[in-house]
């Protein structure tokens, strides 16, 4: 059973995901216009995932006898510069995820609700992995200022990404 304050910080968590997917939607739209379809749908992938952690948390709040309570999400930006801007700006995201999972981790765990620190360890794992992809596109993006066409082979890598679906 949930105590209110970890209720309501899973609450905050899910929105936190569903933030991911519209921000990774709205990248991969970006992408899209832009003319890297390679990146477009590699975050479409990421939106995917994203829901799969959102809905995780759901799952498990109502597991515990909490209460799902959805909030607004917030509209992300539309413009995201270039390809290395924009996996910049999505590595610092998943850091800023990263930090929320860990402070729910801590609150778990002073909380003394060992179940909800058991469940949450899947997402301490998944932010690794989750910031080490970002950190291996960005490092194949450097070779850019070298190599105009660096970025045309990325983009053909992500189109590679094996979908979720």
Known sequence: ????????????????????SYLYLAMS????SVGLPGFAHWFRVQVDEENIHAMKLFDYVNSQGGKVKLKEIKEPPMEFGTAM??????????????????ELVELARAEKDEATASFLQWYVEEQVEEEENDNEVIAKLKGIDKNEYVVYSVDEELAKRISLR
């Open 1 to 20: 059973m949930l105590n209110e304050k970890m209720e309501e910080a899973l609450n905050e968590q899910i929105n936190k995901e569903m933030y991911s």
């Open 29 to 32: 739209a970006y992408s899209s």
């Open 85 to 102: 801007e924009m996996f910049q700006q999505t590595l610092k995201h998943e850091q800023f995820i990263t930090r929320s999972i860990n």
